[in-house]
């Protein structure tokens, strides 16, 4: 699937002073984390929107999104939300503003779910959001205009999400809407759980013959995993013969 460009204004649309960029229009450190959280994983990611959220979880286009302000006592882990939760469709997110948290539902007969009690916030008590016995498979903690937190226990759902953040980032690194498809199993240590406080950053550098996306461990430039394309016509992997 290819996505418009306008979807990845968050990567061109934030900047962070001193950050010293790979390319020249993304001036803000475009990183994830990814985290066990009880029987959950965490995928904390920016930067980011309500557009880009919506695509890289367009699975779930035709179910429910409950939204609610999270609360601002960020201690409140045991307290529920006096927040009317509002429901939309999953489809709808972007029309939404400001600090939101998101709780997905699925769409069964086509009527809003009706949830009596709901967490003060995703990030309260991120092993606790994903009410999976309501059949919910998702929770979002989006703050900032720029940073979110995606929590979920189905794996392959999680893949989806950083397989389709990876691929606007290049989107928008490379000025092309028509990218290769990242196929996660080729990074299969993107997926590994990391300790509290790692993160990844990616880095995109046009060639005149290829295209290298580096990931980057805590800074350190000698833990690059590397990957080489063709430019938009090619496919990634690693190596440099082709």
């Given at each position: 699937?290819?996505?418009?460009?306008?979807?990845?204004?968050?990567?061109?649309?934030?900047?962070?002073?001193?950050?010293?960029?790979?390319?020249?229009?993304?001036?803000?450190?475009?990183?994830?984390?990814?985290?066990?959280?009880?029987?959950?994983?965490?995928?904390?990611?920016?930067?980011?929107?309500?557009?880009?959220?919506?695509?890289?979880?367009s699975s779930l286009?035709?179910?429910?999104?409950?939204?609610?302000?999270?609360?601002?006592?960020?201690?409140?882990?045991?307290?529920?939300?006096?927040?009317?939760?509002?429901?939309?469709?999953?489809?709808?997110?972007?029309?939404?503003?400001?600090?939101?948290?998101?709780?997905?539902?699925?769409?069964?007969?086509?009527?809003?779910?009706?949830?009596?009690?709901?967490?003060?916030?995703?990030?309260?008590?991120?092993?606790r959001a994903v009410?999976?016995?309501?059949?919910?498979?998702?929770?979002?903690?989006?703050?900032?205009?720029?940073?979110?937190?995606?929590?979920?226990?189905?794996?392959e759902l999680m893949?989806?999400?950083?397989?389709?953040?990876?691929?606007?980032?290049?989107?928008?690194?490379?000025?092309?809407?028509?990218?290769?498809?990242?196929?996660?199993?080729?990074?299969?240590?993107?997926?590994?759980?990391?300790?509290?406080?790692?993160?990844?950053?990616?880095?995109?550098?046009?060639?005149?013959?290829?295209?290298?996306?580096?990931?980057?461990?805590?800074?350190?430039?000698?833990?690059?995993?590397?990957?080489?394309?063709?430019?938009?016509?090619?496919?990634?992997?690693?190596?440099?013969?082709?």
């Open positions: 699937m290819t996505h418009a460009l306008s979807r990845t204004g968050p990567f061109v649309g934030n900047v962070l002073d001193g950050f010293t960029p790979s390319v020249p229009h993304i001036r803000y450190p475009v990183t994830w984390s990814l985290n066990q959280e009880g029987p959950n994983l965490g995928l904390y990611a920016a930067p980011i929107d309500l557009n880009l959220i919506r695509t890289v979880t286009e035709d179910d429910w999104a409950l939204v609610h302000t999270p609360a601002s006592n960020g201690d409140a882990s045991s307290a529920l939300s006096d927040e009317p939760q509002r429901p939309i469709r999953w489809r709808n997110l972007n029309r939404l503003r400001g600090d939101v948290d998101l709780t997905h539902y699925p769409h069964h007969s086509g009527e809003a779910p009706r949830i009596p009690e709901h967490p003060a916030s995703v990030l309260a008590a991120p092993h009410p999976t016995d309501a059949g919910s498979r998702l929770a979002i903690a989006f703050s900032d205009a720029c940073h979110a937190a995606f929590i979920t226990p189905d794996h893949a989806g999400i950083l397989g389709g953040f990876i691929r606007a980032y290049i989107q928008a690194a490379s000025g092309s809407s028509t990218v290769p498809a990242f196929p996660l199993e080729l990074g299969t240590p993107l997926l590994d759980i990391m300790a509290p406080g790692e993160w990844n950053e990616l880095r995109f550098a046009p060639r005149q013959r290829y295209w290298l996306l580096e990931v980057v461990r805590n800074g350190n430039p000698h833990t690059a995993l590397q990957w080489v394309s063709e430019g938009r016509s090619g496919y990634w992997r690693q190596g440099w013969s082709w």
